[in-house]
């Protein structure tokens, strides 16, 4: 007598075999459509249970006919089914992967071997799931934290020859990369040339831990305003101007 149903084989719990289902649709000699009455059985079943949760969907067809006939047709009845309950009722993802060995019961009659049972679980078993299906949950590796050093002072060579050294506030650096998303951040000392958006070159320090920031962590992302003080209208936009000249640096 011929069984077909898609690969992978697993040894069953006892748990198992206690906490599955099963329902069972059947189908005419060499078809993969349901009868209508079968179609009928099928969504009565599914109205009265519509909390539980397919952990797999196997195909069978009786003996006649070849092999590859036989394995092809088991596999459109599984389709088919699919496609009528998918929108309806929770499936797993796998489900075509999940083999119950044992709980297949083969009869002698042809007609109760052409069909395509639904192994399942019930609501109160979902949060028992993979321990039903006998999956051992993998503990997540924590992921570990790269240490990020950062430079105490930067030097540069300026174009008349001289060398220009920068100490950089690391404690602030550190600040600026643990800082919670969506939280703001006062950066003191960056201050601008009066009604201009020059930065002063006391200033350029902050303006490169900053950058070094950047650098040190490619997925930050950071949002800059601009602010003024004593100035009631910005009539020149210089929040705006200061913002983009931090933002083009």
């Known amino acids: 007598m011929k069984l077909v149903f898609l690969t992978f084989f697993c040894i069953l719990s006892t748990a198992f075999v206690a906490a599955q289902e099963q329902f069972s649709v059947y189908f005419d000699s060499n078809k993969f459509e349901l009868t209508a009455k079968e179609t009928k059985s099928l ?26 006939f036989n394995d092809t047709l088991a596999k459109n009845r599984i389709n088919f089914i699919f496609n009528l309950i998918k929108d309806k009722i929770k499936i797993r993802e796998d489900f ?21 049972t639904l192994f399942y679980i019930e609501a109160k078993d979902l949060e028992r799931e993979n321990e039903i299906l006998g999956i051992k949950e993998v503990a997540p590796v924590a992921e570990l934290k790269e240490i990020i050093r950062y430079p105490e002072k930067l030097v540069f060579d300026n174009p008349d020859g001289t060398k220009s050294e920068y100490v950089l506030d690391v404690n602030f650096m550190k600040k600026i990369a ?60 210089l929040s705006t101007q200061r913002a983009k000249a931090i933002n083009n640096f």
């Open 43 to 68: 969504n009565q079943w599914i109205v009265a249970n519509p909390d539980i949760k397919i952990l797999g969907i196997h195909g069978f067809t009786d003996e006649d006919g070849s092999s590859g």
């Open 178 to 237: 643990e800082t919670p998303v969506g939280e703001k951040l006062k950066i003191d000392n960056l201050n601008f040339k009066i009604n201009t958006f020059i930065v002063v070159p006391e200033s350029k320090g902050k303006m490169y831990e900053l950058l070094v920031v950047l650098q040190k962590n490619p997925k930050l992302k950071i949002e800059i305003q601009g602010h003024l003080c004593c100035m009631p209208v910005d009539r020149l936009d």
């Open 96 to 116: 075509k992967t999940r083999s119950f060995g044992e709980l297949h019961q083969l009869s002698k009659i042809k007609a109760e071997n052409r069909k395509v």
